[in-house]
């Protein structure tokens, strides 16, 4: 394997059918090793409220309790998953859907219960995703869409962070191949002027992007991602860019999006 | 790969949590390739109930409209296979959970509409098996856990019937290898008497059981699935077992259940 790309979509896209198909055909025409991680999305919710599960907020964190986890099992792990699977498969993508538990290729921990106990959540580093795993069904032509489930290590579950499985993933190849990793939201890339979606910046280093959290010139949600992102780089990944899904053979030819480095 | 146990169990055991948790400890003591499939279980009414999803019926059949498939699609490809794989994977065995679609490894077609439609009910045979990528993943020491779902070849997965998967995967290895087909149900097995559990007839071939039904002795659903064993037999799959799920190191000892031959 010489390259790798990551792509990460959450809801936005996920809970929008046409977007989504859109965004499938240009991913199943990426050439070379992929793999797809996606979140959750408003289903999710939708179907909790007709189940009559009541959501918990603990310092307006939601909490995994076991139903929950039940049902971001079946939503996440069975309907999303097996979806955008299907639909990859009619363009003439070999997907293959996971959660943590198959193959063991996810490995998370339960996050430590400090102020909080969020529930059945986990967190992975690059150490417990299995390269070997995925590099064999890629080997074998399949392209992995994951979950944003992580195997706890005895016989369940952990709701995990699509965003962070989608980077230890991408740590975890970046000894092995060159890896894009692509992190796909609702705006075209990290903006000059919030308010003004064409005043994307195209790339941008580590200092570069302080001076401008120094400025005040990046809002809150924007700093966690890029910090993300940055990381990401430190640890060998060899591209991070993000931006909108719908551009995203731009994002993959360095036309859209913004490029970290 | 010489040998290959294949495995259906169904709702009376996937329900029971205790008894599944033994039945998969000792599935996962099964030397050599094995793959098991799974139905679906009261848990999908369960859950369609609180979902306020009205069953349909016509002629006593239930229809598979597209609520009940987004509906199976969470429960037998999400909750049930991953809440399987996970509890395999506890007990050291390294199953990887797949619907029809993953890797396109189960093709159905829709059951024709004639008298009846049944929605998005699928059917398939032995030619639209992927023994390909079942082997590559048995190759690599994973275990396929299959949901009774097959993909329709365009954008979607079909409701289908988890006896007619387990034989039609056995058909389809029996050219490349001695297939031992064991389907559990919520009987010991073939019974002389159908009013007396211990009366489980040890081993039959087809005349036996011709005879056997020519006298009355057989009701009504057993007739169904003997046929199909007999049916997997006539197509060279070596051994077919009907039995229950907690007698698993019986039947394939051959000191519990029944061999059809």
Redesign the interface.
Known sequence: MNTLTIIKIGGNIIDDPSRLEGFLGSFAAIQGAKILVHGGGRIATQ?GE???ITPHYVDGRRITDAETL?LV???????V???V???L??VGC??????G????VLRGRKRPVGKLDYGFVGDLDAASVNVR?LQ?LMD?G?TPVLAP?T???????LNTNADTIAQEIAKAFSQIAAVALIYCFEKGGLLLDAEDESSVISSIGERGFRELVGAGAVSGGMIPKLDNAFAAIRAGVQKVIIGRAEDLPGLISGSAGTQIQ
């Open positions: 179907m007709r189940l009559g039940e099992t079946m939503v996440y792990g069975g309907l998953n097996k979806q699977v299907a639909r498969q009619s070999n997907a293959i859907g996971l959660s538990s198959d193959g063991g795993l064999t074998a399949l489930l195997y706890d290590g005895a016989s369940g579950l």
